[in-house]
């Protein structure tokens, strides 16, 4: 899952040291920002540039993997290296989530973190949906394959494609599914904690963008594999 960073010439992060709202206290830890959209990172750069040309002239915008960004998470945490690593989601798949949330009843005005979108069934224990792993389309959707796996979209309107083509094919099935929004830090959380086996099933299915990203960017830049 390719994610974006901001980095200067060393291929360090750029990062920001929040100022503690107390008084006479010591500035908060270092936070550098993970963005999942690319646009997003460079449009922030571009504020960057505008505000202060000189401190970002060697600084530029970097795909690393997700899983890359987890580890040097771990590192940071494990070595007491004093930096932490905040995901910026999407604004627009924040207000979907939101709106979803919503319409489902839910009495929420804000959503933390970077939103994620699953489908569940409503019917029996309520499981996930499962599709065979195997090649991603540009919108997101799954291929096909051999093992079933269970997909969490970044985009809301990825797994409306997928449910969309789910009624085609199975409409009974299809009517007793529910998208449901988690967040992406809960998930890393719970993948860290748990030990049950459903979550080796997970499949993560990046942006629309970042998948035509992968497709069109030279080997050499391409983010390493999960």
């Given at each position: 899952v390719p994610v974006f960073t901001i980095t200067d010439e060393n291929g360090s992060p750029l990062v920001a040291a929040?100022?503690?709202?107390?008084?006479?206290?010591?500035?908060?830890?270092?936070?550098?920002?993970?963005?999942?959209?690319?646009?997003?990172?460079?449009?922030?750069?571009?504020?960057?540039?505008?505000?202060?040309?000189?401190?970002?002239?060697?600084?530029?915008?970097?795909?690393?993997?997700?899983?890359?960004?987890?580890?040097?998470?771990?590192?940071?945490?494990?070595?007491?290296?004093?930096?932490?690593?905040?995901?910026?989601?999407?604004?627009?798949?924040?207000?979907?989530?939101?709106?979803?949330?919503?319409?489902?009843?839910?009495?929420?005005?804000?959503?933390?973190?970077?939103?994620?979108?699953?489908?569940?069934?409503?019917?029996?224990?309520?499981?996930?949906?499962?599709?065979?792993?195997?090649?991603v389309s540009p919108d997101g959707t799954p291929t096909g394959g051999q093992e079933q796996f269970i997909p969490i979209f970044f985009e809301q309107?990825?797994?409306?494609?997928?449910?969309?083509?789910?009624?085609?094919?199975q409409p009974d099935l299809a009517g007793t599914v529910e998208i449901q929004v988690i967040n992406l830090e809960g998930l890393i959380e719970t993948l860290q904690t748990s030990d049950n086996d459903e979550l080796n099933r997970i499949l993560l299915i990046p942006p629309t963008d970042s998948l035509q990203y992968l497709q069109g960017a030279p080997a050499e830049q391409m983010p390493p594999a999960q």
């Open positions: 929040p100022e503690n709202t107390t008084e006479g206290a010591e500035p908060g830890t270092p936070v550098a920002g993970v963005f999942i959209s690319q646009d997003d990172a460079e449009n922030f750069l571009d504020n960057l540039r505008s505000q202060n040309p000189t401190l970002v002239e060697d600084v530029q915008v970097v795909p690393v993997s997700l899983a890359e960004v987890y580890q040097l998470a771990v590192t940071s945490r494990e070595t007491n290296a004093g930096l932490e690593f905040v995901f910026v989601p999407m604004i627009d798949q924040v207000e979907s989530a939101v709106t979803l949330l919503q319409s489902q009843g839910y009495e929420i005005e804000e959503f933390e973190g970077v939103p994620l979108f699953i489908a569940r069934s409503l019917e029996g224990e309520g499981g996930f949906l499962t599709v065979e792993s195997g090649a309107v990825q797994i409306e494609s997928m449910l969309s083509r789910l009624s085609e094919v």
